[in-house]
């Protein structure tokens, strides 16, 4: 290739668990309310995974979704990227076995744990991959179980989460003059956030998977500057501008973050893909299902700009400019 190659969208897809589990659901659970959840959260229901479902299985019904949409086979596939912080597995990576699940023995695959921000992490990997030859096409997946590792007595955590799968197709290919394709990404992390929101648990640290612990006002308090900071600097650096974004599609923890964030870039509401309220926080795989969702139902079209953020645990946070 001569020009400019972009990573293109081809396809999306996602996967949901069976079961639905509202905010009604957790009163018999813990000390809690629907709208004590619904005021502060913005969501109202959530998937939890099933003894048959798993952030492998999830990833792999997402990616064969967004195969399916993209017209390929899994032998067209020479890059899986998977992002979880959840996976089947503390070795081999979950993005390994989905890569033999779909029967694809060529290539390679590999997990990348950013938590929330992992999607971003990983769509702007494997954008690296491929625009430098190593790979000509990819499925970056976005799968969670969350459920897992929720402390179902604690009531400000255990009501955020649900677990999800989300999956795009990527393929490198010269630009045509449309300027479709990943534009540019900005990703950072901070350790110095890290008892903010973490996993009290680990093989090397107490050889048990662990529970979720949050400090919820220091993420919210956090949350907004960092977002909206690498946001701003991937339009200082890209030329472009929130007026021109068709499409904001932000990490679904908190719909008060996700509001807050949009005022404060001038993006207006209906612009603004929102999924919080029926998907929960399902880490990794908010930003893909998100995706799937805006593009099935006809909002998101071919050639408009979209704006993908998240912030996770560690702290890590980044931001994707890309043309579909």
């Known amino acids: 290739m001569s020009g400019t190659v972009r990573s293109i969208v081809l396809g999306t897809g996602s996967a949901l668990p069976d079961r639905v589990m509202t905010n009604r659901d957790f009163e018999g659970v813990v000390e809690t309310s629907d709208e004590w959840i619904r005021q502060r959260t913005g969501i109202a229901q959530r998937h939890i995974a099933g003894d048959h479902e798993t952030t492998v299985s999830l990833g792999e019904a997402a990616a064969r979704r967004?195969?399916?949409a993209a017209g390929l086979q899994p032998a067209d596939i020479d890059l899986i990227v998977l992002a979880t912080a959840t996976p089947d597995n503390t070795f081999p990576a979950s993005a390994v076995q989905i890569q033999n699940n779909l029967g694809i023995h060529h290539g390679f695959a590999f997990?990348?744990?950013a938590v929330c921000t992992g999607f971003v992490y990983a769509i702007t990997t494997a954008d690296l991959y491929?625009?430098?030859g190593l790979a000509k096409r990819a499925l970056v997946i976005g799968a969670e179980t969350?459920?897992?590792?929720?402390?179902?007595?604690?009531?400000?955590?255990?009501?955020?989460?649900?677990?999800g799968a989300g999956a795009v197709v990527l393929e490198a290919q010269e630009d045509d003059g449309e300027g479709r394709g990943i534009i540019i990404s900005r990703l950072r992390s901070d350790?110095?956030?890290k008892e903010k929101l973490f996993v009290d648990g680990g093989p090397s640290s107490t050889g048990t998977v662990g529970h979720l612990r949050m400090e919820g006002r220091e993420v919210f308090r956090h949350a907004v500057g960092m977002i909206t900071d690498v946001i701003e600097e991937s339009f200082e650096h890209s030329g472009l501008s929130a007026d021109e974004i068709d499409w904001f599609v932000p990490h679904q923890a908190n719909r008060r973050i996700i509001d807050a964030s949009a005022k404060k870039l001038g993006i207006p509401a209906e612009k603004v893909v929102i999924t919080v309220d029926r998907h929960g926080n399902t880490s990794a795989a908010s930003i893909p299902l998100a995706l799937d969702?805006?593009?099935?139902?006809?909002r998101?079209?071919?050639?408009?700009?979209?704006?993908?953020?998240?912030?996770?645990?560690g702290f890590t946070w980044g931001a994707c400019l890309l043309r579909w």
């Open 66 to 68: 967004a195969l399916d």
């Open 130 to 132: 491929l625009k430098s």
């Open 300 to 313: 998101i079209q071919r050639g408009q700009l979209v704006l993908l953020e998240a912030m996770g645990g």
């Open 293 to 298: 969702l805006a593009a099935r139902d006809g």
């Open 111 to 113: 997990d990348i744990h």
């Open 191 to 193: 350790g110095v956030h």
């Open 146 to 163: 969350f459920s897992r590792i929720i402390d179902w007595n604690d009531r400000s955590t255990c009501v955020l989460f649900g677990d």
